[in-house]
Each structure stands twice: as C-alpha cells, then as structure tokens.
C-alpha cells in the first residue's frame, strides 16, 4: 500500500433523484424516488428527502409508496444519466489516465499516475477542485473520499455522504477502521455478517484480534484471508482504467406473467436484439449465449450454448436463444427474460449457415404469429357493432412515462406527472426555469410529442464556464481553492477538521431493470 492518500474514490449523491430534482424545479428539496412503477417494480434511487421515510435502494417500489405516499416516483432516464455520467467520467480523467468506473455514479482514481497528487495537501486540493468542477459542470454533487488504497477511499467516501470530502491518513487506518462494524468491509454480506456475530466478532477491530487462522477456520481459506488482510488496512489492488467486460446482457421483468408461447419467443428474440445492438456499441462480439428464465414461481433456468466463433450477427444470436427457450418448460407462466452473450472478444467469426438458419426461423416464427392473429374481416365478424364508429377499435392509448420529458406545440417543454383514463398531466418547467404550472390535455393531443431532455446546466454561447473539454490536468497547487467549507480531513480518532453533514444511508443507481455489462 501506498505512503500517500492519492487514491480518489468518487460518488455521486443520489444520482438519479439529484438528476431528477435538477431536472425539475418542483421537485427540489422534495422526496423524489426513481424506478420500476409497475406492480414488480423496485426502487432505483431515492432521494435523501425520500429516505427519512425509509426508502432505500433495491426496495419493492409498493413498500416505497406505502411509507411516502406523497412522493415523487419517476420512471428512469438513462439517456440522461449516462450524458451527465460522461461529463464526470471527463472531468475524472482529466485528473489522472487511470480511472476505473465502477458505474455510471461511482469510479477510483489514482490522482499520483497524473501527477494530481503526491502528498495529503495536493490530494485535498484536487479533491475540492474536483467537486467544485462536477457542481459547475453538471449541477450535481459528488462525495469524495481520498486514502492510500481503493478500499479506504471507498470508506471515506461513505463517509463524506452527501456532497462532502474525508481524507484518511496513512497510519491512521487501523485506529479509525477499528470500531466500524464488519459490514464495513467489502464482501461482507448479511450472511458474512450473521455468521461472524454468531462468533462473537461484530466489529473490525475483532476481526484483527481474533486472527487469521480462527477466521479461516469460520469462513474458509479465501475469504478468511482476504477478510484478516482488509481488517489491517492491507488493499494492494491497484487502479485499473479498463476493466475488461465479461459479458453483455439485457433483461426485462413483466408486470403479468406470460403464458403465450409464442409471445414468450417473440420476447427472447427481441432481447436478442437489443443485446447484439449493445455488443455492437461497444465494438465487441461473443461466442457463448446465455438465456435467462424466470417462471412464475421464483425459480430461475439459465441456458447457455457456445458457437463455434465469436459472432455479433442478430440472426445469429436470435437462432441460438431460440434454441435455448426450446429447452425450457415455461408452463404456469414467466416473469423475467434475458439474453446475454458472453466469451467476448473484439472481431467477429462469420457462420452464413447459422444466418440462414436463423433467417429461415425468424420468418417462420413471424408467420406462425400472423396465422395466430385473426384477419380484420374475422374480427368485425365476431365483434358486435358498440357505437356510430361501427364496432371499430379505437386507437391504442399512447403511453407517457412518468418523468419523461416532452414539448407541446403552445406550452413548450415540460415532464410528464402522470397519465391515464384518457388523460395525461403535464408540468411545464425547464432546469433553469421557476417551478412551471401543470396542465392536463388528452393522450392523443397532436400538439403534445416526447422531447429529449434539457441539459442540466444551461450554457449560453458567451460562457466559458469549465467543461469536460476544458479541463486541464492538474499543473499545480497554485490555481487550486484552498479550503473546502464540506471538507473534512480525518487524522485519527477525535482528530478531526471543520464539520461535515451527518452520514446518510448510500444511493445505489446501477439496477434499474434492463441492460446490465457485468465486470469482474
């Protein structure tokens, strides 16, 4: 372990709910709460306001209403939040060539390989620098911490939460790890830590006492040793700035289980679908399909198959999850589907027989649902005339999410409150603009349309206000702020400088039902 706190862990408070908030004038300083709206919902991202209620992250969405009823809840805007997240990922590599992105909110940096830091002051400094950039960059706020390892760093920055810094002195560790308890510690679970309470070692300073051959005898030999190590502040992992991909996968959990075979199929292969486009994104192709199930009743099948090569080709992948689905008893009903590819690799290995195969399938499969589908001239046989329009159908409701951003020909740009019975409530306001009026109008109104949204921070031509661009490497001590009124730099027990805001519970954004890219 390095001599200096120069390794930086950074994360963003609340990062969906702050986007949110700064999105929406109404909704600041208001209990806001990101996520799944439907019946199998979870919580994403709950504002700090929303978590005096006791509305954390991973929470079944229906718990979250019942204890805040009267909070805000919004459907995700990942193309949002991943526009905001490269701008701190900028700001970060700006600082140093080594940063390691744990998610789009939380990333490590090793502020010494870019010269940042060398020393506690210059790491403080760039510390501070760094959230004062992030606030005028995006409008948001970071909690940084700063020690000499990444699991040090990380712990600080729990700490600092919200919008604080904490740096962690070298040969102090042990002193400050001491009374925290082992939850503290990465890779300690509930069950990690029910099973050490049952041995009597509920903090980390009992982990270090009771030594490490009693902690491989109650956990193991991996998990004991890396558990002692961490106990004594020992973390030699260094920064990694690519952490290489394993696998790429979507998923999508249904508000009502599916029955329909066909319909269950029809799903697969759009998830293929959209997992190639993805691999594709990131200019890499797999050999291995993974096919993910989960029945009605809980229990979760995943099936994979191994192509000869790697292959990026929809046709390909589709053919092969088809395949897999064939394999699976779907009887009773599904609640989640997945597809993923994984044996990543960064070229691609052709299989024309495969995509005819596929092809073939694909149109076999369409023409299975066509059949299945009765013709106009049958449905207007079967269904009795119900008004003037002559039995017809009327148009299917258009759907507004709630949350997301849309533009009327008259009011201009607003966000979605909530819809339905033929209705759909508007707010007009704009990040820069006072909390706007709210307006109802019908669900076909022509002039109302989806809009993309509105940066965070409104920047007019004649500013020249720091972005990622225009952020320069740290050249040195000189143009840096020199204190922090929200930092705080730690020493050691009862050793500590200016005030911080009390600790609040961690925001965890990466979840969110959909797309996932697993990393080691």
């Not at 390095?2 to 109404?26: C, G, V, W, Y």
């Not at 590599?93 to 940042?116: H, K, M």
Request: include cysteine; charged fraction near 25%; proline fraction near 7%.
């Amino acid at each position: 372990m390095r001599n200096a706190p120069t390794i930086l862990h950074l994360d963003m408070d609340a990062f969906f709910a702050s986007a949110e908030q700064a999105s929406k004038p109404s909704l600041r300083g208001k209990a806001v709460v990101v996520g799944g709206l439907g019946p199998r919902g979870v919580v994403s991202t709950a504002s700090y306001e929303a978590r005096v209620f006791g509305v954390n992250s991973a929470m079944p969405m229906a718990q979250a209403r019942r204890r805040a009823p009267n909070a805000a809840y919004l459907v995700p805007r990942f193309g949002l939040y991943r526009e905001v997240s490269d701008q701190v990922m900028g700001l970060l590599r700006a600082l140093s060539p080594l940063v390691e992105p744990l998610s789009l909110d939380e990333a490590f940096v090793d502020l010494e390989a870019g010269g940042t830091a060398w020393d506690e002051r210059s790491a403080r400094l760039a510390g501070a620098k760094l959230r004062a950039d992030i606030r005028a960059v995006t409008g948001l706020t970071g909690s940084v911490g700063l020690a000499a390892s990444k699991m040090l760093a990380k712990i600080a920055s729990e700490q600092a939460k919200p919008d604080g810094l904490v740096l962690i002195d070298p040969g102090t560790e042990r002193e400050l790890l001491g009374p925290m308890s082992v939850r503290t510690l990465p890779g300690v679970g509930p069950a990690t830590g029910d099973h050490l309470r049952r041995a009597g070692i509920t903090t980390v300073g009992e982990i270090a006492e009771a030594g490490e051959d009693e902690l491989v005898r109650l956990l193991g030999k991996a998990h004991g040793h890396a558990l002692f190590a961490m106990a004594l502040a020992r973390d030699d992992r260094p920064v990694v700035s690519d952490r290489e991909t394993k696998s790429v996968s979507v998923e999508d959990t249904y508000d009502v289980d599916i029955h329909d075979r066909v319909r269950v199929g029809l799903e697969v292969q759009r998830l293929a679908d959209r997992c190639v486009r993805r691999l594709r994104g990131a200019g890499l192709s797999g050999r291995t399909i993974v096919l993910k199930v989960r029945r009605y009743d809980f229990s979760t099948l995943t099936r994979s198959e191994t192509l000869r090569g790697p292959t990026d080709d929809p046709a390909v992948v589709q053919e092969a999850a088809a395949r897999l689905l064939e394999g699976v008893d779907t009887t009773g009903g599904v609640r989640l589907l997945g597809v993923g590819v994984s044996g990543l690799a960064d070229y691609t290995q052709e299989d024309l027989f495969a995509q005819a195969q596929a092809q073939a399938q694909a149109e076999a499969v369409a023409a299975a649902v066509a059949a299945a589908e009765p013709s106009a001239a049958e449905r207007a046989r079967a269904e009795p005339d119900t008004g003037p329009a002559g039995g017809k159908e009327p148009p299917a409701e258009r759907r507004w999410s709630a949350g997301h951003d849309v533009r009327h020909a008259e009011f201009g740009y607003g966000w979605v409150q909530g819809s339905g019975l033929g209705r759909v409530t508007v707010r007009f306001e704009t990040p820069y603009s006072e909390p706007g009026r709210v307006r109802t109008f019908r669900t076909d109104d022509p002039r109302l349309e989806p809009a993309d949204p509105l940066p965070l921070v409104e920047r007019r031509p004649e500013e020249s206000g720091p972005t990622p661009a225009d952020v320069e490497p740290w050249a040195s001590e000189a143009g840096a702020p020199e204190s922090d009124p929200a930092a705080r730099v730690v020493q050691g027990p009862g050793d500590q400088v200016s005030s911080d805001p009390a600790s609040r519970p961690k925001s965890r954004s990466g979840g969110g039902a959909g797309d996932a890219t697993s990393s080691p």
